[in-house]
């Protein structure tokens, strides 16, 4: 089992970055492929990024690519989502989420099994 908390959200310009952190307690962390999803008031949760247990595979939904970099540092049980050239439409609560090796499916919210809280990332025009 992994705990998972997400941090590092805020309110910024257009164009703006941030980096977003989800800081993982619990066993066996390196084998955990995360993800990050987005939800925006009155909106589902869309899928941003994902990284392999091993950081050999990342995946960016094509609204983010180019924009946005997904990496890990497994000696930190973290994950970080570096978030550039931001736009009002970025704005939603961020959440990252944890399963255990991966899945076939990591664009797919039902395939992780625990999730962080969520932070807030507001893009103002």
């Known amino acids: 089992q992994v705990q998972l908390v997400d941090s590092g959200g805020g309110l910024v310009q257009a164009g703006g970055s941030l980096r977003l952190s989800c800081a993982a307690s619990?066993?066996?962390?390196?084998?955990?492929?995360i993800g990050w999803f987005r939800q925006a008031p009155g909106k589902e949760r869309d899928f941003v990024a994902a990284i392999s247990w091993n950081g050999g595979n990342t995946y960016y939904a094509d609204s983010v690519k180019g924009r946005f970099t997904i990496s890990r540092d497994n000696a930190k049980n973290t994950v970080y989502l570096q978030v550039t050239s931001l736009k009002p439409e970025d704005t939603a609560v961020y959440y990252c989420a944890a399963t255990q090796y991966g899945s076939s499916r990591m664009n797919l919210a039902p395939s992780y099994d625990y999730w962080g809280q969520g932070t807030q990332v507001t893009v103002s025009s």
């Open positions: 619990g066993r066996a962390f390196s084998t955990y492929a």
